[in-house]
């Protein structure tokens, strides 16, 4: 894909569902919101998919309940109680969370609701105890203008988190609760982006007004961004979990090029008349004496080799440049039966699988070079089932696009997850009475309501001297709160945004995580960097070595950073000017510059630099 001029030609629409922690008790009980490390009590449960009032089936809690899963889940006692282990009923919702969705719905102009109802939402994944999540509407039909944009806000809902997965094996989900109940913000915007850019900087004025209330998490994993997307003559395609907004355009991008690639195999495919037929074959004994080593070792456990054709298939499983195009969609969804995965001609002969045994299993399906097969090998029961899901999605290939839930891998790509969920997933919440909203409670929050983010950005210029560059990428990167807070208790304010905007960026470079060092350990640096126990030009080597696992403290030992003082400055600059002194009579003031570098090279951040270039000019004009 190109510029954004290819993105309008093919009708690019983004939206957005923005997820954002709240620093708050959790939503339906007294306990705090905080993850631990403990493990706790743990119990054992099983999940199953219930019907809607209107006696439907959700299909994505169908598909969950079929994986056959069950769920284990640890129970600590410092941040979970009888709620989240659903033996209790909750209570709630928390005030001060309610009081953060609302003061965000009154940011975005939205119709707030005069009452809220909480609702059930079928989750049987198991991350929720209950096998359901609950979500209240608060607000609808807000909006937001981004670059002079207004993007629509359809929703904004209050809901609780779902629990922490901590493993999976052996068909066992594990979960901790510490997560489950701790409140989130929702808020869905209309698919009014239409640009990969656009996209993020949408995303990244939402989370400068969640910071701004100053009552929301920090740090990964606190804030999620689930993107739908779709183009013309594609479908709409929902990514969940995407963590890492600067990785956002790229996620867009790629769903992009997938829906391409999709259609033009749609494309090939008719031109062909492929047809996917529903006959499964047993080809157990034409696979006996294979060179795979997987397949002899499941023959040898009685497991079999199943196989289906797939009629005017061929290079579109695997291109003939061999980039990979609807073998991985086919894998994707074989696997949520719990098979390994699957083979298919487009790959072969490989792994172990000659080409004469490609060709007794074309004999065997009757098909051609024009046509495709797909393997797989497990239990008859498990492998007819898995290959009912390549059925499943096979067709749909015939149709270009199927709309569905595919979640986000780091590298900016997705896998299937799910079919797009239905309406048959909500219904009323009994356990929790209507919260009533009054007019009186929004006056206040209106009075209180945070500054704006155009405005914050203008006050930063003025307030803190910095320029609109600095003030913007502040706000962008989400710094601008702590950034604050900072200054505030200890002033520098240049120091604290060039070491967000400049210091940040050149350790991540060489490899560091500056963001995983937390807020107690920033205003700490601060801190003792106020009270002259080292100089800014060491606050780099201390970041890395905060990095690395030390205290802040252990930090300054160890990397030699402790301040020293005149009189030691003093005398390093005398010798470092006396062995150069040729130089310095040569240059005169004009070595000032050159022997800057080499003295705060020698003092490693030991000292500060405006106190170092007083001294070198004074030792410097001695001597000429």
């Given at each position: ?22 620093n708050?008790?959790?939503l ?21 998919p ?26 600590p ?15 709630g ?32 994944d ?77 995303a ?81 004994e ?26 005017g ?57 024009k ?32 709309e ?11 896998v ?29 929050l ?8 155009d ?9 803190y001297?910095?320029?609109e ?22 002033g ?59 205290s ?7 990397a ?65």
């Amino acid at each position: 894909m190109g510029g954004e001029k290819d993105h309008e030609d093919i009708g690019l629409k983004v939206g957005l569902e923005i997820h954002q922690q709240l620093n708050t008790d959790k939503l339906f009980c007294g306990c705090p919101s905080e993850m631990v490390e403990d493990e706790g009590k743990t119990v054992l449960r099983n999940l199953r998919p219930t019907a809607s009032e209107l006696g439907e089936v959700d299909r994505a809690a169908l598909m969950e309940a079929q994986k056959g899963l069950k769920f284990r889940y640890q129970a600590p006692e410092r941040s979970t109680c009888l709620v989240e282990l659903d033996e209790e009923p909750p209570s709630g919702p928390d005030q001060e969370a309610l009081d953060v969705a609302l003061t965000m719905a009154l940011y975005m102009d939205a119709n707030i609701m005069d009452e809220i109802q909480f609702m059930r939402k079928i989750v049987i994944d198991g991350s929720n105890t209950a096998g359901f999540q609950r979500t209240g509407l608060i607000a609808m039909n807000g909006s937001l203008e981004v670059n002079g944009k207004e993007i629509g806000i359809p929703t904004m809902c209050l809901e609780e988190d779902a629990a922490r997965s901590i493993d999976e094996k052996d068909g066992e989900k594990v979960y901790r609760l510490d997560r489950l109940g701790i409140p989130l913000v929702e808020i869905a915007t209309d698919p009014d982006m239409t640009s990969p850019e656009e996209a993020k900087e949408v995303a990244q004025t939402i989370g400068g007004l969640f910071r701004g209330t100053r009552k929301v998490k920090r740090g990964i994993g606190s804030i999620r961004e689930d993107l739908n997307v779709s183009i013309e003559d594609g479908a709409r395609v929902e990514m969940k979990g995407v963590q890492e907004l600067n990785m956002l355009p790229e996620y867009v991008k790629k769903e992009v090029e997938r829906q391409l690639s999709l259609l033009d195999i749609e494309e090939v495919l008719e031109e062909r008349d492929a047809e996917v037929e529903d006959e499964i074959y047993d080809v157990t004994e034409e696979m006996e004496d294979s060179e795979s080593g997987l397949i002899q070792s499941n023959i040898e456990k009685g497991k079999g080799v199943y196989a289906l054709s797939l009629r005017g298939f061929s290079r579109q499983l695997r291109g003939e440049d061999n980039e990979p195009l609807l073998g991985p969609e086919l894998a994707q969804y074989a696997r949520k039966t719990g098979v390994a995965g699957i083979f298919h001609s487009d790959e072969l002969p490989k792994y172990g699988i000659t080409k004469e045994k490609v060709e007794d299993i074309e004999e065997r399906l009757q098909i051609d070079e024009k046509d495709a097969f797909v393997l797989v090998t497990e239990s008859e029961e498990n492998a007819r089932e898995a290959l009912e899901r390549v059925i499943e999605r096979a067709n749909m290939a015939l149709k270009g696009v199927p709309e569905e839930t595919r979640q986000a891998k780091p590298d900016g790509t997705s896998v299937f997850l799910r079919p797009l969920s239905g309406e048959a997933r909500m219904y009323p919440e009994t356990d929790i009475s209507p919260e009533e909203i009054d007019q009186s409670r929004l006056e206040r929050l209106e009075e209180e309501l945070p500054e704006r983010p155009d405005e914050k950005i203008e006050r930063f210029q003025e307030e803190y001297d910095l320029n609109e560059q600095q003030s913007e990428q502040l706000f962008k990167k989400g710094y601008d709160v702590l950034f604050e807070k900072i200054v505030e208790k200890y002033g520098k304010a240049s120091v604290v945004a060039d070491t967000f905007l400049q210091t940040y960026p050149d350790l991540k470079k060489d490899g560091y995580e500056p963001g995983k060092v937390g807020e107690d350990k920033l205003l700490e640096i601060f801190r003792r960097l106020d009270s002259k126990e080292f100089a800014k030009e060491g606050i780099s080597e201390l970041l890395k070595e905060i990095c690395e696992g030390r205290s802040v403290e252990e930090g300054i030992e160890s990397a030699g950073l402790k301040t020293v003082d005149e009189g030691e400055i003093r005398e390093k600059i005398s010798e470092i000017v006396e062995d150069r002194i040729d130089f310095v009579k040569e240059r005169e003031m004009g070595a000032v510059g050159p022997l800057m570098g080499v003295v705060m090279e020698d003092l490693k951040g030991k000292a500060d630099g405006e106190k170092v270039s007083k001294i070198l000019r004074e030792e410097i004009q001695k001597r000429i």
